[in-house]
């Protein structure tokens, strides 16, 4: 076993930094912030890895990191029934993973062991480029802080001195001792004063003080202040524009034929650096920078559209019991974006896409009457959203649906809502659709009533589908007042025009805003009522995974062992059927319940900037604990 001893170290230190991976990140004040200290300690692990490094990750491995994690696992996992979750469930996995090889975490590796470890990856263009060479093998470094020299070098020897014959020379290298390697063996080790090096031949240059490192790269330090949290507990960072570039090659190589805008994209994109911790001990989130340079888009004459930042207020637009929203500015802006995209795309196959959007603005024109460019999306240059409600309280439609009873739809909802920067302009365009919609709807489409009324005082067009199905008609709204353009389900029109209380009155709105990015540019947000939609589609996939009119009690533990029932003509057996169905749905619903109830809300937010960055953040959030 010729690298046994180095496989067994290397998967020690992957077993320390894996007990960060679900770590995410923190609010930012500005979009200038300075990397604090702690993320910066975390970043000196850099200067001992070579320039040409493409990949770099770098994770907290300290107790109170460890025991953050361990507290918010049990907290998630917990709530799924039949489910045995150990007390601090990541050190005990740990724990068990080291006394494999016969180790004590206490005794043998805490002792020495520092706050951070790091890996990095060398060139990926070279060990795909020397794949083809018999050498497919990544250069790579993995640096682990210590705080006691001494006990990680007996470590270090009692490790090693597992194999029988010795597989590498301890030698003294400057303020290092450095563990060579024999030719059985592709890496090798340095241990010096505050660190533990393990890397593949050659790879140690940079440590040695023999070649240029990555802390050093302009490009490494200035992608990673660009993240708008000012600490981490988890830090990686890719460098992409190397492998674009091989790709470029390779293309002129075989004389492959792509869109301007997908060559463009090979010269454009940069580096990625992604940002991770956990804030208040109940938020996680995730940080991410992605460049995309404007020059390289240029070149295939594609101008990148920076739209402004939403603004706050408008969110008061959205009905109070939204549950899932985008919310962004400058619909006109998207529009055009994906026009541009669309020609460009287009453009290598001779494809006559601007004689296309011609003929559709023609004939939107002959159906509605109105300029599609002039009259409609010249003024919707404000915020717009797309939202849905769910209320979990209303009457569950599912049930009745299956059972082949008549439903209702009012628990959902949701629509489109645009600023009416041009009031004028948007109550025409809102009249002509719907004027549009009656005349080529009338007696040609079955179960729809079209029909133009006061909603809220609100000239609108109301859409109404009736069915036998149906206990109440579906309706959809089409109008505008003086603030708004709004295509939505009734109730939600309703409560637009009227000025009902929005989503920025709600308490989980209002704490998600504290963990969104500084004036983005847009926002996902999913609220309370949006997991409890989540869950009622899981619900949804077990029942059909169960079969046909098959409601499996412990829906979460075992679906799918019922079989379908079969008919009688016992009326009182039917009835029992059918109430015992609907028990068995409820259940499980409150099972899964159970575990979207642990979330408060989620979101994602982000932003460009006009070097070509653009800035995001995914965050999720735990309920109060108890």
């Known amino acids: 076993m010729p690298k046994f001893r180095m496989a067994v170290l ?28 702690q993320t910066l300690e975390i970043l000196q692990l850099a200067q001992y890895m070579p320039a040409s490094t493409t990949l770099f990750g770098a994770v907290r491995i300290d107790d109170e990191h460890l025991q953050i994690l361990d507290t918010l696992i049990e907290r998630v996992v917990r709530r799924f029934p039949n489910v045995n979750v150990p007390e601090r469930p990541l050190r005990s996995t740990l724990e068990q993973t080291l006394r494999i090889g016969g180790f004590d975490w206490a005794q043998d590796i805490r002792p020495w062991l520092g706050k951070h470890a790091a ?19 990544p250069e790579f470094v993995i640096a682990v802080e210590i705080t006691d020299r001494a006990k990680a070098e007996a470590f270090v020897d009692r490790v090693l001195a597992i194999a029988r014959e010795p597989q590498f020379e301890k030698r003294t290298q400057g303020a290092f001792t450095l563990y060579v390697g024999n030719q059985f063996v592709s890496g090798d080790l340095l241990l010096g004063d505050s660190v533990l090096l393990i890397a593949t031949k050659g790879s140690l240059n940079a440590a040695l003080g023999r070649g240029d490192k990555l802390s050093d790269s302009k490009t490494f330090g200035a992608t990673l202040n660009k993240l708008p949290a000012p600490s981490y507990n988890v830090l990686a960072y890719f460098d992409l524009s190397s492998i674009m570039s091989m790709l470029r090659s390779e293309l002129g190589r075989f004389g492959g034929n792509m869109p301007p805008i997908q060559l463009a994209l090979l010269s454009a994109v940069g580096p990625i650096a992604i940002g991770g911790t956990i804030l208040e001990d109940r938020t996680f989130s995730l940080d991410t920078v992605q460049y995309l340079y404007p020059e390289g888009l240029a070149s295939a004459g594609y101008t990148y559209p920076y739209s402004k930042p939403v603004n706050p207020a408008f969110v ?53 009457g109105l300029d599609l460019e002039a009259d409609v999306l010249s003024w919707m240059t404000g915020d717009y959203g797309f939202f849905l409600s769910y209320n979990p309280d209303a009457p569950n439609p599912l049930i009745s649906m299956s059972l082949n009873e008549p439903f209702s739809l009012d628990a959902f909802g949701g629509g489109l809502v645009i600023e009416a920067t041009d009031p004028t302009k948007a109550k025409n365009v809102a009249e002509k659709l719907g004027a549009a919609i009656i005349a080529n709807s009338e007696g040609k489409v079955p179960n729809l009533e079209v029909r133009q009324e006061a909603v809220a005082g609100v000239p609108s067009t109301v859409l109404s589908v009736k069915d036998e199905r149906l206990s109440s008609p579906f309706e959809i709204v089409i109008g505008a007042n003086d603030k708004v353009f709004v295509i939505a389900t009734r109730a939600a029109a309703e409560a637009i025009f009227s000025g009902a209380p929005g989503l920025d009155t709600t308490d989980a709105y209002k704490d998600a805003t504290g963990f969104f990015l500084n004036a983005p540019t847009q926002i996902w947000y999913l609220s309370p009522s949006g997991f409890d939609l989540i869950g009622l589609l899981i619900s949804v996939g077990l029942v059909r995974q169960a079969g046909p009119m098959t409601f499996s009690t412990p829906v979460i533990a075992s679906v799918g062992s019922t079989p379908a029932p079969t008919a009688t003509p016992d009326p009182d057996a039917a009835e029992k059927r059918r109430l015992e169905m609907i028990r068995s749905f409820e259940e499980g619903l409150k099972v899964i319940k159970g575990i979207t109830s642990l979330f408060a809300h989620a979101a994602i937010t ?21």
């Open 606 to 626: 982000g932003y460009y900037n006009e070097d070509g960055s653009t800035v995001g953040r995914s965050s999720i959030t735990l309920t109060q604990p108890q």
């Open 316 to 368: 008061s637009y959205f009905p109070a019991g939204t549950s899932a929203l985008i919310h962004q500015s400058d619909f006109k802006g998207l529009v055009d974006m994906v026009i541009s995209l669309s020609r460009l795309s287009e453009a290598a196959q001779n494809s006559a896409f601007d004689a296309r959007w011609e003929r559709s603005k023609e004939e939107f024109k002959t159906l509605t």
């Open 119 to 137: 890996i990095g990856i060398g060139s990926l263009e070279s060990m795909i480029l020397g794949s083809r060479m018999g050498g497919s093998s």
């Open 10 to 37: 290397t998967l020690l230190i992957a077993a320390l930094l894996s007990g960060g991976l679900p770590a995410n990140a923190l609010a930012p004040l500005s979009r200038t912030q300075s990397l604090t200290t």
